[in-house]
């Protein structure tokens, strides 16, 4: 958010959304985008009721919290961290699964620092995914697997992460398929609680054969899934 905006704190922010349901209003990168779906998520998991804001991309969701035009900005900690170190945007929490500390000393916290019940819900963001058909013959997948796990656990690509802000979590098989089935109950139901912010029919979870979330450890693995490859 702004520097200069009444809210000067997570707690402050939970109170005021609290106080006026709905009056919340916060920028995203676009309906249904992963910061509109994220911001979904701790809005029902704190129990507040947010207005959510699209644009047309990160930067101007960004641009539109530094502005005023929204309370909130709401976005990654890469789009936010220059106007952050510069002192012209505050920080109220990130979705990393740790707090993060600058170099100047500043610390970032996440989510789930602040309130420890939503740590089950982290690391929230986008996601990187690397896919292939079940087809695939084995010898390939593993050859692609192999490769893949190199490169993602590479010097390089740590550091590239590192600079960006992005958590690393290396999954592949069927911590992988349990992970991406996660994502997709989690969005289902989201997308079914707040259906009249996505403005459009979404299909049910029972319709894709999914869960809802509370239950998916119970419900992991489904019928008829075995795992291929490595």
């Known amino acids: 958010m702004a520097e200069g905006s ?135 997948q593993k050859a692609i697997t192999e490769a893949f796990v190199q490169a993602a656990n590479s010097a390089t690509f740590k550091d590239v992460a590192e600079k960006k802000f992005f958590e690393l979590q290396v999954l592949t098989g069927e911590a992988a398929d349990k992970r991406a089935a996660q994502l997709e109950a989690q969005t289902a139901y989201l997308f079914n609680r707040y259906n009249a912010q996505i403005g459009a029919k979404v299909k049910s979870a029972k319709e894709l054969g999914l869960p809802d979330p509370k239950d998916f450890d119970k419900w992991w693995p489904p019928q008829g899934y075995k795992p291929v490859g490595v």
């Open 6 to 140: 009444q809210l000067k704190s997570f707690d402050d922010m939970v109170k005021w959304a609290k106080a006026n349901p709905g009056k919340l209003t916060i920028s995203t990168s676009g309906t249904g985008g992963i910061w509109h779906e994220v911001g979904m998520l701790i809005a029902d998991h704190l129990g507040i009721e947010v207005q959510f804001v699209p644009y047309k991309g990160g930067k101007p969701a960004t641009l539109a919290g530094l502005q005023g035009e929204t309370m909130i900005a709401g976005g990654g900690v890469h789009e936010h961290i220059e106007l952050l170190r510069a002192g012209k945007m505050r920080n109220l929490f990130q979705c990393g699964s740790k707090d993060i500390k600058l170099a100047d000393g500043k610390v970032l916290s996440s989510l789930g620092t602040l309130v420890p019940a939503a740590k089950s819900l982290l690391p929230a963001g986008g996601t990187y995914n690397l896919m292939m058909r079940r087809t695939v013959p084995i010898a390939v």
